[in-house]
């Protein structure tokens, strides 16, 4: 039963992928064209550049594709529900403990230790977007080239960045804006 | 708060507009829910939101998912949770689909490619803006520990590479030891 199939192989995706997003990868890679024969990997590599394309967690876009591919639009619904099955009973369980507990001064010193690495770890994210935006594809911390700085890009950050904080604009109108700057720069010129 | 139908259509629509315009996956949206409930609507503090991303970073599954779960149940119960899911999941559902159709025509338009390329700076100035508002706050806290774990978990982060569910596994044992033993056995405050 093909449906049972992708539901528990994107069960599996979603229960093991901790750390999220990339950590998925490898796991999507193994199951997708290694356990099931449902992408090449010329297919796998086409969907990595979708998923960078477009909006959304790389599990989830990965579950539509595949899904899709191999089952229709069926397909896609029971991958997408299969890989946030675990999410929801985890996330649910660990919800009622935390609120049932947070007031508690033991909870309270954990929690206290983990929100400044929280931030950290948001930071990081952000820092190889920010890399990303400022340089080009491949930009890491350790192969920065100045010569593939990207001028109009870091502009646009800049004055995205001013207009945030100046005068609280909602972030979606400012990406859709910078959006239709970029079709300006880079589609027409 | 109400909660009356305009209070769940707008936590509904908070998440899907979220999942729909962000690109970068989890740790971009995240950032932006954040904005979103905490800034914005001023449904959930600061504190409170950071406890709620720690501890969803330490579940399995896309962080995106797995944060709008937590954000839902919090505000709305388990029925809040189902529609942030739902709204999250949504997105990536119906744009996935579309393209898997004609995926090679979408990826080598060059009109979306400059799109694209230029939300990626607004992306970017959007992060940066939670970022130095969220780095802050910790600073103003003026709480020398909170600041030391931020330093050295940005460092593990960034340089070192550490898994992000194990610096939230140690940072949270860190502070649990910190605060309920050294600080009650004979440090200060």
Same mark, same amino acid.
């Given at each position: 039963?093909?449906?049972?199939?992708?539901?528990? $192989?994107?069960?599996?995706?979603?229960?093991?992928?901790?750390?999220?997003?990339?950590?998925?990868?490898?796991?999507?890679?193994?199951?997708?064209?290694?356990?099931?024969?449902?992408?090449?990997?010329?297919?796998?590599?086409?969907?990595?550049?979708? $998923?960078?394309?477009?909006?959304?967690?790389?599990?989830?876009?990965?579950?539509?594709?595949?899904?899709?591919?191999?089952?229709?639009?069926?397909?896609?619904?029971?991958?997408?529900?299969?890989?946030?099955?675990?999410?929801?009973?985890?996330?649910?369980?660990?919800?009622?403990?935390?609120?049932?507990?947070?007031?508690?001064?033991?909870?309270?010193?954990?929690?206290?230790?983990?929100?400044?690495?929280?931030? $950290?770890?948001?930071?990081?994210?952000?820092? $190889?977007?920010?890399?990303?935006?400022?340089?080009?594809?491949?930009?890491?911390?350790?192969?920065?080239?100045?010569?593939?700085?990207?001028?109009?890009?870091?502009?646009?950050?800049?004055?995205?960045?001013?207009?945030?904080?100046?005068?609280?604009?909602?972030?979606?109108?400012?990406?859709?804006?910078?959006?239709?700057?970029?079709?300006?720069?880079?589609?027409?010129? | 708060?109400?909660?009356?139908?305009?209070?769940?259509?707008?936590?509904?629509?908070?998440?899907?507009?979220?999942?729909?315009?962000?690109?970068?996956?989890?740790?971009?949206?995240?950032?932006?829910?954040?904005?979103?409930?905490?800034?914005?609507?001023?449904?959930?503090?600061?504190?409170?939101?950071?406890?709620?991303?720690?501890?969803?970073?330490?579940?399995?599954?896309?962080?995106?998912?797995?944060?709008?779960?937590?954000?839902?149940?919090?505000?709305?119960?388990?029925?809040?949770?189902?529609?942030?899911?739902?709204?999250?999941?949504?997105?990536?559902?119906?744009?996935?689909?579309?393209?898997?159709?004609?995926?090679?025509?979408?990826?080598?338009?060059?009109?979306?490619?400059?799109?694209?390329?230029?939300?990626?700076?607004?992306?970017?100035?959007?992060?940066?803006?939670?970022?130095?508002?969220?780095?802050?706050?910790?600073?103003?806290?003026?709480?020398?520990?909170?600041?030391?774990?931020?330093?050295?978990?940005?460092?593990?982060?960034?340089?070192?590479?550490?898994?992000?569910?194990?610096?939230?596994?140690?940072?949270?044992?860190?502070?649990?030891?910190?605060?309920?033993?050294?600080?009650?056995?004979?440090?200060?405050?």
């Amino acid at each position: 039963m093909i449906y049972l199939e992708i539901f528990w $192989s994107f069960f599996q995706i979603g229960l093991f992928s901790i750390g999220g997003g990339y950590a998925a990868l490898p796991l999507i890679e193994n199951q997708v064209t290694k356990v099931h024969d449902w992408l090449t990997m010329a297919e796998f590599a086409d969907l990595l550049t979708i $998923s960078q394309m477009t909006p959304g967690p790389i599990a989830l876009n990965a579950s539509t594709f595949v899904g899709t591919k191999v089952a229709g639009l069926p397909g896609a619904v029971i991958a997408t529900v299969g890989c946030i099955t675990p999410s929801c009973i985890i996330v649910l369980i660990l919800a009622y403990f935390y609120f049932k507990y947070k007031n508690l001064s033991s909870i309270q010193g954990i929690l206290k230790g983990l929100r400044p690495a929280v931030v $950290s770890l948001i930071a990081s994210a952000g820092l $190889s977007i920010l890399l990303l935006a400022m340089f080009n594809e491949e930009t890491t911390l350790n192969n920065i080239q100045l010569l593939d700085i990207n001028i109009p890009s870091i502009i646009m950050v800049a004055l995205g960045l001013f207009i945030l904080r100046k005068y609280k604009t909602d972030p979606i109108l400012v990406m859709i804006g910078t959006g239709l700057v970029g079709i300006i720069i880079y589609g027409i010129f | 708060m109400e909660k009356n139908l305009k209070f769940y259509w707008t936590l509904f629509i908070s998440t899907f507009s979220l999942s729909a315009f962000t690109i970068g996956g989890g740790y971009v949206i995240v950032p932006l829910m954040r904005k979103k409930f905490v800034e914005e609507l001023k449904w959930i503090d600061e504190e409170e939101m950071l406890n709620l991303v720690a501890i969803c970073q330490s579940a399995p599954g896309p962080i995106a998912v797995n944060t709008s779960i937590m954000v839902g149940y919090r505000l709305a119960g388990l029925f809040g949770a189902l529609l942030t899911t739902i709204g999250t999941v949504l997105p990536p559902l119906i744009i996935i689909t579309i393209i898997a159709k004609f995926y090679t025509a979408f990826k080598e338009n060059t009109i979306v490619n400059a799109l694209l390329l230029g939300m990626r700076a607004g992306v970017a100035a959007v992060i940066l803006d939670v970022i130095i508002k969220m780095t802050d706050n910790i600073i103003k806290s003026k709480n020398l520990i909170s600041l030391a774990i931020m330093i050295v978990a940005f460092i593990a982060a960034v340089i070192i590479d550490v898994n992000a569910a194990l610096i939230i596994v140690l940072s949270g044992a860190f502070g649990g030891f910190y605060y309920n033993y050294f600080k009650k056995a004979g440090g200060t405050e």
